[in-house]
């Protein structure tokens, strides 16, 4: 079979690129050449402009058991170029800009057809290392091993091949180093205040834990015109980063005394919160969160991932009682064909400010600076350029 390095000729070719291998949990990217085969029937080979780096991505390099795979190329947060199409391919084609997304988008099933959520049926959301329709890969190293993919985008590599359900085509004049960023984390966050809250305008929201989706809230809930938007977390530092998203007040839990934080958060807002968001992975918040939601009309969303076989404790006679609403939020209930264009539009409309949300910029091949700089806290989100 032929291989060859990319170019205008490569459609229904393997093509040799380079990509950040993750060969061992906890370990140094490495940057390798790889093989990235042709897509197949309803896929599209993209080329990555940048990619960005987000928690889930350390969070599965650090794993070791199921479902961390390794050889793997992590990576969901990217912009990239259509280089070649697959069979049954309709309205993308070479040359066109596209996102990638984590969170399946059909069109055609049940569950994306439907306006009540954004799960889709056809290609329910798991961390599996293979293509979603015929569980293979389209990566091998050069002695033709088999590399594994993530969460079917893989975008810490110059080509990769993503499923249709899997990408959408976006405005080719958004700057990329901010496009991509909808991929997941912001999207996420600015999606769970917008679409799944459908936070009201005047409104009170609190937000536990202000790491990147909890700003990216914050941001969503001020684009929604909340009027009080408070962040609880540990370091209290983070509130002159929140005032930049529209944090208005803050409550650091480690200094509640003998005052539990959602009692603190119930005295603050009068009888508690219109809309709490749990945006750390704990089944603790979940229930603070929950606890401190007002009574009759309160909504508690949760966005963190907790560890496997979490368990949540909540009174039957409070559920009953309180009316309140407790629920959960995958990419901020957005679908991503047709939400994610209108985030670019308010984007480029200069409302939704994604600017602030980027800390650093850096060349691809300095991957493993990214990932000490999020591991030790000093930024929100890295964009790497993949160069030419």
């Not at 539990?260 to 945006?279: L, P, R």
């Not at 009316?323 to 959960?328: D, T, V």
Request: aromatic share 8%; hydrophobic share 40%; with cysteine.
């Amino acid at each position: 079979m032929d291989i060859e390095k990319s170019s205008n000729k490569t459609a229904g070719k393997p093509i040799q690129c380079r990509a950040a291998i993750a060969t061992a949990p906890g370990e140094p990217l490495v940057i390798d050449e790889v093989i990235v085969d042709p897509p197949n029937s309803h896929e599209v080979r993209v080329r990555i402009i940048c990619t960005s780096l987000c928690h889930s991505d350390v969070t599965f390099w650090k794993m070791k058991d199921f479902p961390a795979v390794f050889p793997r190329i992590l990576g969901h947060e990217a912009i990239g170029v259509v280089e070649s199409v697959g069979e049954n391919v309709d309205g993308l084609v070479e040359g066109d800009v596209v996102i990638p997304h984590f969170l399946a988008d059909c069109t055609e099933c049940v569950g994306c057809r439907s306006k009540k959520g954004n799960l889709c049926s056809a290609f329910p959301f798991k961390i599996s290392p293979w293509m979603p329709r015929d569980q293979t890969s389209r990566f091998k190293d050069l002695r033709g091993e088999t590399i594994h993919h993530f969460v079917s985008v893989s975008s810490f590599s110059e080509y990769t091949v993503l499923d249709i359900a899997h990408v959408v085509k976006v405005d080719p004049t958004v700057p990329p180093n901010r496009a991509c960023l909808l991929s997941c984390g912001v999207s996420t966050g600015v999606g769970a205040a917008w679409r799944t809250a459908n936070v009201e305008v005047g409104s009170t929201v609190v937000i536990f834990g202000l790491g990147s989706i909890g700003l990216a809230v914050a941001e969503g809930a001020r684009l929604c015109g909340a009027t009080r938007i408070i962040g609880v977390d540990v370091i209290s530092e983070k509130f002159e980063i929140g005032k930049r998203f529209g944090v208005t007040e803050f409550v650091n839990s480690k200094d509640c005394g003998d005052k539990s934080v959602s009692q603190i958060i119930i005295d603050m807002t009068d009888g508690g919160a219109d809309y709490c968001f749990e945006c750390v992975g704990l089944a603790s918040l979940v229930q603070e969160a929950y606890a401190c939601c007002r009574k009759g009309w309160g909504k508690t969303i949760v966005l963190g991932v907790d560890k496997p076989g979490s368990q949540l404790s909540l009174s039957s006679f409070e559920v009953l009682h309180s009316g309140k609403i407790l629920m959960g939020s995958l990419f901020g209930g957005l679908k991503a064909k047709s939400d994610i264009p209108i985030l670019l539009k308010r984007y480029m409309d200069k409302e939704l400010e994604l600017d602030k949300f980027v800390t650093h910029e850096m060349k691809f091949e300095e991957i493993n600076s990214a990932f000490d700089l999020l591991i030790e806290g000093k930024c929100l989100r890295c964009v790497m350029w993949m160069g030419e």
